[in-house]
Nanobody, 127 residues
Framework: QVQLVESGGGLVQAGGSLRLSCAAS????????MDWFRQGPGREREFVAA????????YYADSVEGRFTISRDNANDAVYLQMNSLKPEDTAIYYC????????????????????WGQGTQVTVSS
């Protein structure tokens, strides 16, 4: 059974930083691209960042480009999201997600395409 467990959320002032973690189990982590999504109050879930199984070609939503950094540790089956210069509009529940297909990058970034989701971690940015 695949499990994704996020952690690291919290309350931070605008301009601050947080580092989210997602621990994976039940899949051969090193073969899977990993993505981060978020869902703000009253909003649809949206793509944030993605990293391939080789940890090359990270990809970011325009809204976080230059402020967020995605990384992974295949030895420890974990993916991270370093968030700097946080803004109130970054307030959301953050989820990590994966597709069941190994060696596959979901370039469409459609939430319906992902097979595995974590429970989410709340990030709140105060102004």
């Amino acid at each position: 059974q695949v499990q994704l467990v996020e952690s690291g959320g919290g309350l931070v002032q605008a301009g601050g930083s947080l580092r989210l973690s997602c621990a994976a189990s039940g899949l051969t982590f090193s073969r899977h691209s990993m993505d981060w999504f978020r869902q703000g109050p009253g909003r649809e879930r949206e793509f944030v960042a993605a990293i391939t199984w080789r940890a090359d070609r990270p990809y970011y939503a325009d809204s976080v480009e230059g402020r967020f950094t995605i990384s992974r540790d295949n030895a420890n089956d974990a993916v991270y999201l370093q968030m700097n210069s946080l803004k109130p509009e970054d307030t959301a529940i953050y989820y990590c997600a994966a597709d069941r297909r190994p060696y596959y990058s979901n370039n469409v970034r459609d939430v319906r395409e992902y097979d595995y989701w974590g429970q989410g971690t709340q990030v709140t940015v105060s102004s």
